[in-house]
């Protein structure tokens, strides 16, 4: 969807989770060494532990399953100025709806879906959150400058 859209990619994959410690240290030179027009960050679960970094860069995101009951995490998403997108699932044991609603953020909330945006053990459920989380995402890209 992102590179259809002229977006280049770049995806950073962990061998072993990084500690928050260890993410916040690696974070700024993944962040800074981007030099594209526009820059977008999307990250999911542990990786919502740079939204802080995203704030104080005023750089838009898409948040999956954010650790919303961590609080630099939750004190990030509060704050944030730039366009900011956060999906979480009312299962979620780490998403916090009323909070995230309360920001005046763009906010998706599955209904019934986990961490994993899945509906536990119902196969078409989890199908349709997928499609609703893909085209939420696509009209929140049409908003970006």
Do not use: C, N
Not at 12 to 20: D, E, G, I, N
Not at 33 to 61: C, D, E, N
């Amino acid at each position: 969807m992102l590179h259809s859209r002229g977006f280049s990619v770049r995806t950073v994959r962990w061998p072993t989770p990084p500690t928050p410690a260890q993410l916040l240290d690696l974070a700024p030179g993944l962040l800074d060494a981007v030099r594209a027009r526009t820059h977008l960050v999307v990250a999911k679960s542990l990786s919502t532990r740079l939204l802080p970094l995203a704030v104080q860069r005023a750089l838009p995101g898409v948040w999956l399953t954010p650790l919303l009951r961590e609080p630099q995490v939750r004190r990030a998403a509060e704050r944030a100025t730039a366009p900011t997108l956060l999906v979480g699932g009312s299962a979620d044991p780490y998403w916090d709806a009323a909070a995230a609603a309360a920001w005046g953020q763009r906010v998706l909330e599955v209904a019934g879906a986990d961490h994993s945006i899945e509906v536990p053990g119902e196969v078409g459920a989890s199908l349709r959150a997928l499609q609703t989380v893909v085209t939420e995402i696509e009209d929140f890209l049409d908003t970006l400058p």
